[in-house]
């Protein structure tokens, strides 16, 4: 079957540093996502990744292995503003998105 | 381009009455989804378009879901006889078929079933 299993709730520091992980099973694989989405609002897309490494874009970088079915969304330099559910989705061989049920992350001051 | 746009963005409705959503996606996108998320979850599929075909509905949508593309353009949901259950987010999203992107999200429709 298909699966996305990422952890329900993290807690960090303004100013600290993040790490969100996500593994995944997908029929076929096309690429993995990263969205963000704030309480009440609709996902924003924040990376892809459909070769292994890692890709940096400022504050955010996402980083794919796909030997092991594995991702993570690395947040640096907290803001209060970070505060928010991150989704991990899979794109699977039909190009449709499997999703997981996503990390909330509270941010403390 | 103004993104993908859904309407109404609450509803409040009775149980058992009939409500419709629209969704207008981004002009040259031709593949169209529509999920629904409550609280907590991820998005939960319900049904896509390419262009005006409907390829997939998920087995969990019931008969009283139904949608439709009718030029390929904007696309409608409709649920009758609501329920309850039903109160959650939907959420529509565009994108180009068989390209490696994301997709792109309207802000959803709020349904309060009462």
């Known amino acids: 079957g298909q699966n996305i299993d990422q952890p329900t709730e993290m807690t960090a520091t303004e100013g600290a540093i993040v790490q969100i992980n996500c593994t995944y099973q997908?029929?076929?694989?096309?690429?993995l996502f990263w969205y963000q989405q704030h309480a009440g609002e609709a996902p924003t897309f924040l990376s892809y990744?459909?070769l292994d490494g890692l890709e940096e874009k400022g504050r955010f970088s996402s980083f794919l292995s796909r030997s092991k079915g594995y991702s993570y969304l690395l947040l640096k330099e907290l803001q209060m503003k970070d505060s928010a559910s991150y989704l991990c989705?899979?794109?699977?061989?039909?190009?449709?998105?499997?999703w997981g049920a996503g990390t909330k992350l509270i941010i403390k001051p | 381009d103004t993104g993908v746009s859904q309407n109404p963005r609450h509803k409040i409705t009775k149980r058992g009455q009939n409500v419709t959503f629209r969704c207008d996606p981004i002009?040259?996108?031709?593949?169209l989804y529509w999920y629904r998320q409550t609280l907590g979850q991820g998005p939960e599929f319900l049904t896509y378009?390419?262009?005006?075909?409907?390829?997939?509905k998920s087995r969990l949508l019931s008969d009283r879901f139904s949608a439709e593309r009718p030029k390929g353009s904007f696309s409608t949901l409709e649920i009758q006889r609501t329920e309850q259950g039903d109160s959650a987010m939907y959420l529509c999203?565009?994108?180009?078929?068989?390209?490696?992107?994301?997709?792109?999200f309207g802000s959803g429709t709020r349904l309060t079933v009462v």
């Open positions: 997908t029929s076929g694989f096309n690429g």
């Open positions: 999203a565009s994108s180009r078929a068989g390209l490696d992107y994301g997709y792109t």
């Open positions: 378009f390419q262009n005006e075909a409907q390829l997939e």
């Open positions: 990744n459909v």
């Open positions: 002009s040259e996108h031709n593949r």
């Open positions: 989705a899979a794109m699977d061989s039909n190009y449709q998105l499997i």
